[in-house]
Nanobody
Framework: QVQLVESGGGLVQAGGSLRLSCAAS????????MGWFRQAPGKEREFVAG????????YYQGSVRGRFTISRDNAKSTVYLQMNSLKPEDTAVYYC???????????????????WGQGTQVTVSS
């Protein structure tokens, strides 16, 4: 089992940047493919970005591609989400998630992730 704790959320103006971190504890971090999801008020949770166990493969939702970057440091058991050129529509609670993986892939369906953090609020003002 792995425990996930997100940090780095906050209030930022449109066009600004934030970096979210997700620290994992428990089993060996490099066993897990990782993902970031978000949920805005009144909306369903949606995929933002995914990264493979090694970090060699990444995938992004279309609306964030080119603005957000997912990365991981397996030595620090941490996954990051660098968010640039933020827009008001990026406002949401952001969650990191972990999937026990044996294939070396990334994953973009929430149903494939077994472990979730508690979320961190990101608010982008116009």
């Amino acid at each position: 089992q792995v425990q996930l704790v997100e940090s780095g959320g906050g209030l930022v103006q449109a066009g600004g940047s934030l970096r979210l971190s997700c620290a994992a504890s428990g089993r060996t971090f490099s066993r897990y493919a990782m993902g970031w999801f978000r949920q805005a008020p009144g909306k369903e949770r949606e995929f933002v970005a995914g990264i493979s166990r090694s970090g060699s493969s990444t995938y992004y939702q279309g609306s964030v591609r080119g603005r957000f970057t997912i990365s991981r440091d397996n030595a620090k058991s941490t996954v990051y989400l660098q968010m640039n050129s933020l827009k008001p529509e990026d406002t949401a609670v952001y969650y990191c998630a972990a999937h026990v993986d044996s294939s070396g892939r990334y994953y973009f369906s929430s149903s494939e992730y077994e472990y979730w953090g508690q979320g961190t609020q990101v608010t982008v003002s116009s």
